[in-house]
């Protein structure tokens, strides 16, 4: 009896391991590799916007320091495109074994999937890991622009209505939203166009070609800090350790209550067993206190995310998402069907 009992137990954990991998839950193979043994191969940070801006340095920055804590080589890959949506369905769509990781932000993790019809997924397609930390996101502008200061740009766009253009890296994202956000509030007309990548709106900006930008801070730093670019506020409630020269938005007159920031976050896919989630969480722990990393990230105005477990930056995301949503509501940014 007892054999019997061994023999049909040990068939039903096979029949279930198949069924699972049919499913496309995991391979036979991927059952079998032992989270113990992770990592055993490269892992894949997926980014999912262009080189060179502020993500992907981040991230780059991250990966090298990640590599060193896990004894194998963090590659950033690059999907571009859609709001960032592409980046974050390649990795709900990966293999939940730990080796295919988004570096993902607020715009793409949180707030498209209530402004991107395409996106056609939510946040909690995603397991959290790690809260990595937060960043500001800066209005500028083009350097012969005749406006000084954010009060002279905002008396310009009421005298030009509809004149004045800005891009962001996407429409429905975070940037979309804090610039409509102070359109709202200072009952101005400026024109949206939208952008796949920071490096290509630092281009077309330097270049005279769209008049404004909102853009993620650490991107644009030293333009501004060579004066290239006019700064004219953090789209936040308080100025950011990025420069604090800088005004935030909410110390002009008629914008108080504007806060609008960009936090960065580890996710895996749904799935990915919590051995391998825990472990990572805690490789990026380490790697968030090493001093290289922490004094480039404060050169990039990275605010390196306080200790917290994966349960609260859950949560965080989760409220995250919550005020976001009041937000989209407020300044009427539907979904958008093209």
């Known amino acids: 009896m007892r054999t019997f009992k061994h023999l049909l137990s040990v068939r039903m954990a096979i029949m279930a391991t198949a069924a699972l991998a049919a499913t496309g839950?995991?391979?036979?193979?991927?059952?079998?590799?032992?989270?113990?043994?992770?990592?055993?191969?490269?892992?894949?940070?997926?980014?999912?916007?262009?080189?060179?801006?502020?993500?992907?340095?981040?991230?780059?920055?991250?990966?090298?320091?990640?590599?060193?804590?896990?004894?194998?080589?963090?590659?950033?890959?690059?999907?571009?495109?859609?709001?960032?949506?592409?980046?974050?369905?390649?990795?709900?769509?990966?293999?939940?074994?730990?080796?295919?990781?988004?570096?993902?932000?607020?715009?793409?993790?949180?707030?498209?999937?209530?402004?991107?019809?395409?996106?056609?997924?939510?946040?909690?397609?995603?397991?959290p890991i790690a809260n990595i930390g937060t960043s500001g996101i800066v209005l500028i502008g083009r350097p012969d622009l005749q406006a000084d200061n954010l009060a002279e740009l905002l008396q310009l766009a009421k005298a030009q209505p509809g004149r004045l253009t800005y891009a962001t890296s996407g429409s429905g994202s975070m940037q979309h939203v804090a610039m409509e956000d102070l359109k709202s509030r200072a009952?101005?007309?400026?024109?949206?166009?939208?952008?796949?990548?920071?490096?290509?709106?630092?281009?077309?900006?330097?270049?005279?070609?769209?008049?404004?930008?909102?853009?993620?801070?650490?991107?644009?730093?030293?333009?501004?800090?060579?004066?290239?670019?006019?700064?004219?506020?953090v789209m936040s409630g308080k100025r950011d350790l990025g420069d604090k020269s800088i005004p935030a938005a909410g110390e002009t007159p008629g914008l108080e209550g504007m806060d609008f920031a960009l936090w960065t976050g580890m996710f895996a896919p749904k799935g990915t067993p919590a051995e391998i989630v825990e472990k990572m969480h805690v490789a990026v722990a380490k790697a968030l206190t090493q001093p290289r990393v922490v004094e480039q990230f404060s050169k990039m105005g990275v605010e390196i995310a306080a200790p917290h477990s994966v349960a609260e930056f859950d949560a965080y995301v989760q409220n995250s998402q919550r005020q976001l949503q009041e937000s989209v509501a407020r300044v009427k940014i539907g979904l958008d069907k093209n």
């Open 25 to 127: 839950g995991v391979s036979a193979a991927q059952a079998a590799e032992s989270a113990a043994g992770y990592p055993a191969r490269p892992i894949r940070l997926v980014v999912s916007y262009g080189a060179g801006g502020s993500l992907d340095a981040m991230t780059r920055s991250l990966g090298q320091e990640l590599g060193k804590e896990l004894g194998q080589s963090a590659v950033v890959e690059n999907f571009a495109g859609a709001g960032g949506t592409i980046g974050v369905k390649r990795v709900i769509a990966a293999a939940p074994d730990g080796y295919t990781l988004l570096m993902g932000i607020t715009s793409d993790v949180a707030l498209a999937p209530l402004t991107n019809e395409t996106a056609n997924y939510r946040s909690s397609d995603l397991l």
């Open 187 to 233: 009952g101005i007309d400026v024109q949206l166009i939208p952008y796949k990548s920071a490096s290509n709106i630092v281009t077309d900006v330097l270049g005279g070609h769209v008049d404004l930008a909102v853009i993620g801070l650490p991107a644009v730093l030293p333009l501004i800090a060579q004066k290239k670019v006019k700064a004219y506020a």
